[in-house]
């Protein structure tokens, strides 16, 4: 099994930035790809961004390509989320996810790819 617990969330104005970090415990060796999701209300969770456990490899939605950038600490089993720019659209529950199979991107970015995730942290941006 694997623990992932998320921080980092808060209220910010649209433009401004903010750094999400999930910290992971357990059987973290068996892990593959981490990845951040997020869930407007009465919206389905999305793909946000993706980063294999070995390697430089990422992968991110369209939608914050350029803004947000991932990131991991295999030492300190901890992945990062930075967020630039943000606008009032990203604004969500950000949840933090982790699989041990690997695989392509467009595998890694479906929901059902992961079976371990975190509780999740509120984002809002403010207009």
């Known amino acids: 099994q694997v623990q992932l617990v998320e921080s980092g969330g808060g209220l910010v104005q649209a433009g401004g930035s903010l750094r999400l970090s999930c910290a992971a415990s357990?059987?973290?060796?068996?892990?593959?790809?981490m990845a951040w999701f997020r869930q407007a209300p009465g919206k389905e969770r999305d793909f946000v961004a993706a980063?294999?456990?070995?390697?430089?490899?990422?992968y991110y939605a369209s939608s914050v390509k350029g803004r947000f950038t991932i990131s991991r600490d295999n030492a300190k089993n901890t992945m990062s989320l930075q967020m630039n720019s943000l606008k009032p659209e990203d604004t969500a529950v950000y949840y933090c996810?982790?699989?041990?199979?690997?695989?392509?991107?467009?595998?890694?970015?479906?929901?059902?790819?992961?079976?371990?995730w975190g509780q999740g942290t509120q984002v809002t941006v403010s207009s």
């Open positions: 357990g059987r973290t060796f068996s892990m593959s790809a």
């Open positions: 980063i294999r456990w070995s390697g430089d490899s990422t």
């Open positions: 996810a982790a699989e041990s199979y690997g695989g392509r991107w467009s595998i890694l970015s479906t929901q059902s790819a992961y079976h371990y």
